[in-house]
T-cell receptor, first 111, second 111 residues
Framework: QKEVEQNSGPLSVPEGAIASLNCTYS??????FFWYRQYSGKSPELIMS????GDKEDGRFTAQLNKASQYVSLLIRDSQPSDSATYLC???????????FGSGTKLNVKP | DTGVSQDPRHKITKRGQNVTFRCDPI?????LYWYRQTLGQGPEFLTY????????KSRLLSDRFSAERPKGSFSTLEIQRTEQGDSAMYLC?????????FGPGTRLTVL
């Protein structure tokens, strides 16, 4: 079992819809979770972090964390074609704040 | 721009040659990470520095790979005797606590 798992997609949604991206992780003691967006050929850019169970909202983005189920998700409201990218889930496992990344979910937002 | 910078952005080399990449982190960040990313995968951890000390290395980092951060500022990653399997994007990230910010990456192509 990989430390962080994501559905590779592609996930296709129409413009204006809600996109829901999911991630599961294996280490029960993980405390820090991150979502990054990566455009093709570019490096990952931070969208948001979440540390506590529940929802955290930032503009059109909402991260959701359920530590009991070892599950973290990202909702993108009012999806735009510019949101088309690969979304990477990252979890800190162990010492040294080392990130484990999922393989990413490719999102396509159709105009 | 005070973000993470990497140089070069692209490197094409022949198998068997040595290559060196440089990373300049965000100035106030004491933690520096190297990752490698291949197509369709998330970034994989290679090594971590806190100030000038290299505190962890992945088993992915074979004897042909070496990294330094001599004064706790910029870092270099050297690959000796490159192989075609080394072709990837090499990403550098820095942090002061847990959130990591990535540089633009160095794309290595080994012919």
């Amino acid at each position: 079992q990989k430390e962080v798992e994501q559905n590779s997609g592609p996930l296709s949604v129409p413009e204006g819809a809600i996109a829901s991206l999911n991630c599961t992780y294996s280490d029960r003691v993980s405390q820090s979770f991150f979502w990054y967006r990566q455009y093709s050929g570019k490096s990952p850019e931070l969208i948001m972090s979440i540390y506590s169970n529940g929802d955290k909202e930032d503009g059109r983005f909402t991260a959701q964390l359920n530590k009991a189920s070892q599950y973290v998700s990202l909702l993108i409201r009012d999806s735009q074609p510019s949101d088309s990218a690969t979304y990477l889930c990252a979890v800190i496992i162990g010492d040294f704040n080392k990130f484990y990344f999922g393989s990413g979910t490719k999102l396509n937002v159709k105009p | 721009d005070t973000g993470v910078s990497q140089d070069p952005r692209h490197k094409i080399t022949k198998r068997g040659q040595n290559v060196t990449f440089r990373c300049d982190p965000i100035s106030e960040h004491n933690r520096l990470y190297w990752y490698r990313q291949t197509l369709g995968q998330g970034p994989e951890f290679l090594t971590y520095f806190q100030n000038e000390a290299q505190l962890e290395k992945s088993r992915l980092l074979s004897d042909r790979f070496s990294a330094e951060r001599p004064k706790g500022s910029f870092s270099t990653l050297e690959i000796q005797r490159t192989e075609q399997g080394d072709s990837a994007m090499y990403l550098c990230a820095s942090s002061s606590y847990d959130t990591q910010y990535f540089g633009p990456g160095t794309r290595l192509t080994v012919l």
